[in-house]
Antibody, heavy 119, light 107 residues
Framework: QVQLQESGPGLVKPSQTLSLTCTVS??????????WGWIRQPPGKGLEWIGR???????NYNPSLKTRVTMSIDTSKSQFSLNLSSVTAADTAIYYC???????????WGQGALVTISS | AIQLTQSPSSLSASVGDRVTITCRAS??????LAWYQQTPGRPPKLLIH???TLEGGVPSRFSGSGSGTHFTLTISSLQPEDFTTYYC?????????FGGGTKVEIK
């Protein structure tokens, strides 16, 4: 059973950078035909795809966030990370990390991390 | 970006009812569409991928169909645990996008 767990600050000040890490139980993370993705959901609203990263570090980002998003992966630690810069209140959301079976769907998800942007 | 329009946005039904949710895409997706179920406080759960392939462990009362721009999720006989929210997601082109969601409520 694959397990994912998000970690990071629950409160970030406006204009600062939101940083989250996802730890995956699968060892090694580099095995298999998977992408590792981030999806967010403002409280009470729908889902927004942020982007995904492959084990070689190649990433795809949502153009609506592209200038502010950076993803990285550390296969030795079975972790991948999200950085979102210059945050505003509009970035307040539950942030999920998830595994994508390539082009098929996100089949394993973390429990989600609520990140609030507030001074 | 490809727009996905789900309809209805909400519906009321009873246990045992047959329910169909529609997801329309702004361009041809071939069959690159997935369906998720999300209960409050929980992450989405993948039900169906490639428009009609049921994930392992998902009850057979769930089914998906469609191709091109028109897709449906059908629940053949609603059970109490099915009263929650459903989303479609396209995997045809970047950015990957979700539909706005359909909330299934108890009548």
């Amino acid at each position: 059973q694959v397990q994912l767990q998000e970690s990071g600050p629950g409160l970030v000040k406006p204009s600062q950078t939101l940083s989250l890490t996802c730890t995956v139980s699968v060892d090694p993370i580099s095995s298999g035909n998977y992408f590792w993705g981030w999806i967010r959901q403002p409280p009470g609203k729908g889902l927004e795809w942020i982007g995904r990263i492959y084990t070689n570090g190649g990433a795809n980002y949502n153009p609506s966030l592209k200038t502010r998003v950076t993803m990285s992966i550390d296969t030795s630690k079975s972790q991948f990370s999200l950085n979102l810069s210059s945050v505003t209140a509009a970035d307040t959301a539950i942030y999920y990390c998830a595994r994508e079976t390539i082009w098929s769907g996100y089949d394993y998800w973390g429990q989600g991390a609520l990140v609030t942007i507030s001074s | 970006a490809i727009q996905l329009t789900q309809s209805p946005s909400s519906l009321s039904a009873s246990v045992g009812d047959r329910v169909t949710i529609t997801c329309r895409a702004s361009q041809d997706l071939n069959n690159a569409l997935a369906w998720y179920q999300q209960t409050p406080g929980r992450p989405p759960k993948l039900l169906i991928h490639a428009a009609s392939t049921l994930e392992g462990g998902v009850p057979s009362r769930f089914s998906g169909s469609g191709s091109g721009t028109h897709f449906t999720l059908t629940i053949s006989s609603l059970q109490p645990e099915d009263f929650t929210t459903y989303y479609c997601q396209q995997f045809y082109d970047f950015p990957l996008t979700f539909g706005g969601g359909t909330k299934v409520e108890i009548k």
